[in-house]
């Protein structure tokens, strides 16, 4: 099991700036090889929506209403991925998420053994007022 914390985010008036950050830990027993990490966002009645995610070949995508806002950036050695958020609007307040999404590696060389998996972090609320 994979977890993903967090942390960041908060009240912020319209024109600024916040900074989200994830870290991934844990995976006892396997070796969790990550291959893209992403922040998704969800207003309450709405799909939860892709904001950004970073793949491991470096390669970012990023949602069509944070481009040019928005920049995403990745340390795979430690697993941690930040969201620096400028230039907000009344419209990116959510509750933000990250996952992770990956494959967990046990066993010797003979019999390793591949199991794809996909991890959330708990949310965090980020505000923004007019």
């Known amino acids: 099991q994979v977890q993903l914390v967090e942390a960041g985010g908060g009240v912020v008036q319209a024109g600024g700036s916040l900074r989200l950050s994830c870290a991934a830990s844990g995976s006892p027993g396997s070796d969790f090889r990550i291959k893209t990490m992403g922040w998704f966002r969800q207003i309450p009645g709405k799909q939860r929506e892709l904001v950004a995610a970073?793949?491991?070949?470096?390669?970012?995508t990023y949602g069509d209403s944070v481009k040019d806002r928005f920049v995403i950036s990745r340390v795979n050695t430690k697993k941690t991925l930040s969201l620096q958020m400028n230039s907000l609007k009344p419209e990116d307040a959510a509750v933000y998420y990250c996952?992770?999404?990956?494959?967990?590696?046990?066993?010797?060389?003979?019999?390793?053994?591949?199991?794809?998996?996909?991890?959330w972090g708990q949310g965090t609320q980020d505000t923004v007022s007019a």
């Open positions: 970073g793949a491991s070949n470096g390669a970012t």
């Open positions: 996952d992770a999404s990956g494959t967990h590696i046990s066993g010797s060389n003979v019999d390793q053994v591949y199991i794809d998996s996909e991890y």
